[in-house]
C-alpha cells in the first residue's frame, strides 16, 4: 500500500471536513474515515494511537483531556504524549518510535467534549523519552502533507522550520483552548442562545462575560454565555446588559430609538426579559461576573446621558 498516498489523502480529506465544519469534527465522522483505493479508512479507533488496517505504521494519535493519560503541553509549546501503557516495546509505541525515525507525518486529535475533536496535521513525533514513557510531538505547516519519503528529513531538521514547528503548535493550543470553551459553553446552553434562544449551531457563539485576557476571563462556562451573532456583539459593544438576577437590560438612547423591526425585536423586546440558564446550577453565569460587567455597562449609559 502507497503509504505517503493514503496520509495525503487522510489530510486532504481533513481538511475539507475541518473547512465546513468549522473546525470541530464528530467522532462518527471520524470513525467511518473515507474510501482510499476501494477500501475504508478510519482515522480514529478504540485507542488512543490508531493505526488503519491498510497501514504498516500509525496514522493518527489522540488525546482525552482527564483521561487515563497526562498528555498536554508543556511550557515550551510542544506536546507531550504518553505511551500505550509502560512497556516501551509495545507494538503502538514501537510504531510511534518507528514513525519519528523515518519522519513519517501523523494527525493529532485533541477531544473537546465527548464525541467532538479538534485535529492538527501534519505532526511529527521529534523526541523519545523511554525513562517518562513519553514522546513530543510537535505540528507543522499544512503544506507538509505532500510528505514525499526520504526528502522530508531534510525539510524538518533545519532551524527555521524548528522555529516554525514551535510557532504552529502553539497556534494549535490556542485553537484548541478556544473551541473547547465554545463547545462546552453550547453543550452547557443546549446550543441555543440565552437571548432569544437560536438554536442554529453555525450562528451561535461562546461569549465570554469578563473577556478574555483579562483577570477572572477564563475560558470556563460560569464566565461563558451562549449567544447569537446578533446579541453576542450587542452584548459586546454593551448595547444591553445582563443584571445578576438574569434579566436584560437594554440600554435607554437604543430603547429610545427607531429602526424598523430588527431593532425592535432582535434589541428592544429584549428589554426585561430573563436568559435561558444551563440546567446544572453549577453551570449558571457567575452574578459577581454580570455585576462588574453591568457596572460597566451602567458607566457608559450615564457618560452617554451626560
Given at each position: 500500500m502507497n503509504d505517503a498516498g493514503v496520509r495525503k489523502a487522510a489530510f486532504d480529506w481533513l481538511a475539507n471536513e475541518a473547512r465546513w465544519r468549522d473546525d470541530v469534527l464528530p467522532r462518527e465522522v471520524l470513525a467511518q474515515g473515507f474510501r482510499y483505493g476501494g477500501q475504508r479508512v478510519p482515522l480514529v479507533g478504540p485507542q488512543g494511537i490508531f493505526k488503519p488496517r491498510l497501514l504498516d505504521l500509525p496514522l493518527s494519535i489522540t488525546t482525552i483531556p482527564n483521561g487515563p493519560y497526562d498528555d498536554g503541553f508543556s511550557e515550551d509549546g510542544r506536546l507531550s504524549y504518553r505511551y500505550r501503557g509502560n512497556d516501551p516495546r509495545h507494538g503502538d509505541n514501537i510504531g510511534l518510535r518507528t514513525a519519528m525515525h523515518q519522519r513519517i507525518p501523523l494527525i493529532y486529535f485533541h477531544r473537546l467534549v465527548p464525541g467532538k475533536y479538534l485535529a492538527a496535521w501534519p505532526v511529527f513525533i521529534v523526541d523519545d523519552d523511554p525513562s517518562r514513557h513519553t514522546f513530543t510531538v510537535e505540528v507543522d505547516d499544512a503544506h507538509l502533507a505532500n510528505w514525499s519519503g526520504e526528502s522530508q528529513g531534510a525539510v524538518i531538521s533545519d532551524g527555521v522550520a524548528q522555529a516554525r514547528r514551535s510557532y504552529i503548535t502553539t497556534t494549535v493550543r490556542q485553537r484548541i483552548h478556544q473551541r473547547a470553551f465554545r463547545e462546552r459553553v453550547l453543550r452547557a446552553y443546549r446550543e441555543q442562545c440565552a437571548f432569544c434562544r437560536l438554536r442554529y449551531e453555525e450562528l451561535l457563539d461562546a461569549a465570554h462575560i469578563i473577556p478574555d485576557g483579562e483577570p477572572d476571563g477564563e475560558p470556563v462556562v460560569t464566565n461563558g454565555l451562549a449567544l447569537c451573532k446578533l446579541h453576542h456583539a450587542a452584548f459586546?459593544?454593551?448595547?444591553?446588559?445582563?443584571?445578576?438576577?438574569?434579566?436584560?437590560?437594554?440600554?435607554?438612547?437604543?430603547?429610545?430609538?427607531?429602526?424598523?423591526?430588527?431593532?425592535?425585536?432582535?434589541?428592544?423586546?429584549?428589554?426585561?426579559?430573563?436568559?435561558?440558564?444551563?440546567?446544572?446550577?453549577?453551570?449558571?453565569?457567575?452574578?459577581?461576573?454580570?455585576?462588574?460587567?453591568?457596572?460597566?455597562?451602567?458607566?457608559?449609559e450615564i457618560s452617554m446621558r451626560g
Open positions: 459586546d459593544r454593551h448595547f444591553l446588559a445582563i443584571r445578576p438576577d438574569y434579566v436584560i437590560e437594554v440600554r435607554r438612547d437604543i430603547l429610545l430609538e427607531e429602526d424598523g423591526p430588527m431593532l425592535l425585536h432582535g434589541l428592544k423586546g429584549m428589554h426585561e426579559t430573563r436568559i435561558t440558564v444551563p440546567r446544572p446550577t453549577r453551570d449558571h453565569p457567575n452574578r459577581e461576573f454580570l455585576e462588574r460587567r453591568y457596572e460597566q455597562f451602567r458607566a457608559l
